[in-house]
């Protein structure tokens, strides 16, 4: 069965930083790339980022290039973001999933972004 975990949520004030953390079982982790989405309220899903699986190539949407860091462990089965210089507007549930949205979709974790 596939579960992914996703951690590493809280409440930071603007220009902090939060590393999330998503582990995944079930499913043969290095054979995808991975991508990190976000869904804000009152909002859709965001596409954020997205890493290949061999963990070489990444892109970021525009509003977090430069800000965000996807990155990878195949050996772990774990995905991670790292997120610097936080915006209020990043405030959102982070879920991660596969870039064809292919599997189950975890609890996500809140990210909230205010002072």
């Known amino acids: 069965q596939v579960q992914l975990v996703e951690s590493g949520g809280d409440l930071v004030q603007p220009g902090g930083s939060l590393r999330l953390v998503c582990v995944v079982s079930?499913?043969?982790?290095?054979?995808?790339?991975m991508s990190w989405y976000r869904q804000a309220p009152g909002k859709g899903l965001e596409l954020v980022a997205t890493?290949?699986?061999?963990?070489?190539?990444?892109a970021y949407v525009d509003s977090v290039k430069g800000r965000f860091t996807i990155s990878r462990d195949n050996a772990k089965n774990t995905l991670y973001l790292q997120m610097n210089s936080l915006k209020p507007e990043d405030t959102a549930v982070y879920y991660c999933?596969?870039?064809?949205?292919?599997?189950?979709w975890g609890q996500g974790t809140q990210v909230t972004v205010s002072s």
């Open positions: 079930g499913f043969t982790f290095s054979s995808k790339a």
């Open positions: 890493i290949t699986n061999n963990g070489v190539s990444s």
């Open positions: 999933n596969t870039i064809s949205q292919s599997l189950a």
